[in-house]
């Protein structure tokens, strides 16, 4: 269900490799240089303008709208993520879903941003419900501990 | 699958007359099914959305833990909570 932190730097390189080709889009001066390996979280925060940027040029130009996209979650709406959590991003009708593909849960949107930040919300609003109480099924049981572990709660 | 025929109203009205589920309104509504007193499904019922999209309406019904065709029953009302409780039992 985990994912771990060189996983994540195996698969934020492309988008360093992208921002360095396209320097117009270029918000900060300092270069972001992310080693194989080697990411941390202060590396994974300096790229979230860039991959913001990223997923939004591709919703216009590169990706064809019916097609479904795998993302990694590093940040929910208001708290981190120790290890990056895979998202479906896909059209649906005239909009756009997010899915989870560890547990069921989804958000909607007009356009993929829109949907992913919905699921961001709908993770964060989940975890609330699990750490309320411990009057759940084993499966929820196992979920919950399952986001304990992957968020980080400051 | 029979999404265009119901939409996001009806999907939470069902929910609350049939499963018995409250829902609490964030960005969207969010409700636990109990089972024998335990939270055993959730489902997130989009707000501002009239008609259900076709993968959101998948998404719903798996979030219930019932297939599309049982997800259409139960919103037409052949499903009763009874027999709901007995598949997700399964």
């Known amino acids: 269900m985990t994912g771990t932190a060189t996983n994540s730097a195996t698969d934020i390189t492309f988008l360093s490799d992208w921002k360095y080709k396209n320097k117009d889009s270029d918000t900060t001066s300092t270069p972001v240089v992310v080693e ?10 300096k790229l979230i303008p860039h991959i913001a940027t990223f997923i939004e040029q591709h919703n216009s130009t590169e990706f064809r709208k019916n097609e479904a996209i795998i993302i990694k979650l590093n940040m929910l709406e208001t708290k981190r993520l120790r290890n990056p959590l895979d998202v479906i991003v896909e059209e649906d009708d005239e909009g756009f879903i997010a899915r989870a593909v560890d547990f069921s849960l989804f958000g909607c949107g007009d356009d993929r941003i829109d949907a992913i930040d919905a699921l961001k919300f709908e993770i964060e ?14 499966e929820w049981l196992s979920i919950k501990n399952f986001l304990k572990e992957l968020i980080i709660d400051c | 699958m029979k999404n265009a025929q119901f939409n996001v109203k009806d999907v939470k009205t069902v929910g609350e007359k049939k499963l018995h589920i409250e829902f609490k309104s964030g960005k969207e509504f969010n409700g636990w099914f109990k089972l024998n007193g335990v939270k055993a499904k959730r489902i997130t019922v989009p707000k501002g959305r009239k008609t259900i999209p076709r993968k ?9 833990g019932l297939s599309v065709s049982d997800f259409d029953q139960l919103l037409e009302c052949p499903l009763t909570k009874a027999k709901y409780e007995e598949i997700i039992s399964k």
């Open chain 2, 56 to 64: 959101t309406y998948t998404s719903m019904a798996k979030q219930l």
């Open chain 1, 36 to 45: 194989e390996g080697v990411a941390t979280s202060i590396e994974l925060e």
């Open chain 1, 125 to 138: 609003s989940l975890y609330f419900d699990l750490i309320e109480d411990d009057n759940f099924t084993e």
